[in-house]
Nanobody, 122 residues
């Protein structure tokens, strides 16, 4: 019922910046919390940044001071501004959303985007 489409990934030199976007669409009552995760080859996904429905944020230690998560609630879109990128940030970045669904019964469910590759060259 919810589709998440990420964009903005790509190749950038160390020290550069990228701005990722994640747009939610489909049939839902509202999007609750949203988050960015990343996955390194052979590793589990790890949280990068989280933003609540009210706009409260929290970050992984590796992202603090360099990354900023934000959202445009009316557009159901979340962003991740990434500055001072390092080769160690190279990973696939995934959008996560928790949404409220009404299909007769009301419930919350989690959804993932397809991922966008971020590559930082040294």
């Amino acid at each position: 019922q919810v589709q998440l489409v990420e964009s903005g990934g790509g190749l950038v030199q160390a020290g550069g910046s990228l701005n990722l976007s994640c747009a939610a669409s489909g049939s839902f009552v509202r999007v609750n919390s949203m988050a960015w995760y990343r996955q390194f080859p052979g590793k589990q996904r790890e949280l990068v940044a989280h933003i609540s429905s009210g706009g409260s944020t929290n970050y992984a230690d590796s992202a603090k001071g360099r990354f900023t998560v934000s959202r445009d609630t009316p557009k159901n879109t979340m962003y991740l501004q990434m500055n001072s990128l390092e080769p160690e940030d190279t990973a696939v970045y995934y959008c996560y959303a928790n949404a409220m669904i009404n299909s007769g019964a009301v419930y919350s469910a989690a959804y993932w985007g397809q991922g966008t590759q971020v590559t930082v060259s040294s």
